[in-house]
C-alpha cells in the first residue's frame, strides 16, 4: 500500500526557510508524478509543486516561483520542497501526492495543478510564518 508521510514543517519568521520531506513507501515511484499542495484555513487547496520522479522536470505555481524549489531524492525514495523567503501568507498545511505511472511531460499544466490528478496522499504538516 502506497503511503505518504510528510515532516520539517513548523513555525518559522517572515523571510526565513524550512524544507519539507515527503517519504514514499509502498510502491514503485520511478514512472510517478509528485506533487505539493497546501491548503490555509477556511481556503480551497492550492497547488504548489510538481515534479517528475522519472526525469526531473519541474512545474511551479507562479506564487512561489522562485523562492521554492522542489527536487528529489530516488534512492532515498523522497521529495522534498525547499521555502525560501517565506511569508506570512505561507502558512498552511502542506501536503504531499503522487500519481504513479504517468508521464509528465504528457499531462497538461492544468492536470499538474488539480488534486484530482492525484491518486495518493500524505496527512499534511504544518508550516506557520510569523509577521
Known amino acids: 500500500q502506497v503511503q505518504l508521510a510528510e515532516s520539517g514543517g513548523g513555525l518559522v519568521q517572515a523571510g526565513g526557510s524550512l524544507r519539507l520531506s515527503c517519504a514514499a513507501s509502498?510502491?514503485?515511484?520511478?514512472?510517478?508524478?509528485m506533487g505539493w499542495f497546501r491548503q490555509a484555513p477556511g481556503k480551497e487547496r492550492d497547488f504548489v509543486a510538481a515534479?517528475?520522479?522519472?526525469?526531473?522536470?519541474?512545474y511551479y505555481a507562479d506564487s512561489v516561483k522562485g523562492r521554492f524549489t522542489i527536487s528529489r531524492d530516488n534512492a532515498k525514495n523522497t521529495v522534498y520542497l525547499q521555502m525560501n523567503s517565506l511569508k506570512p501568507e505561507d502558512t498552511a498545511v502542506y501536503s504531499c501526492?503522487?500519481?504513479?505511472?504517468?508521464?509528465?511531460?504528457?499531462?497538461?499544466?492544468?492536470?499538474?495543478?488539480?488534486?484530482?490528478?492525484?491518486?495518493?496522499w500524505g496527512q499534511g504538516t504544518q508550516v506557520t510564518v510569523s509577521s
Open positions: 509502498g510502491g514503485t515511484f520511478s514512472r510517478s508524478v
Open positions: 515534479i517528475s520522479w522519472r526525469d526531473g522536470n519541474l
Open positions: 501526492a503522487a500519481r504513479p505511472d504517468s508521464l509528465f511531460s504528457a499531462m497538461r499544466a492544468r492536470d499538474l495543478r488539480s488534486g484530482d490528478t492525484y491518486d495518493y
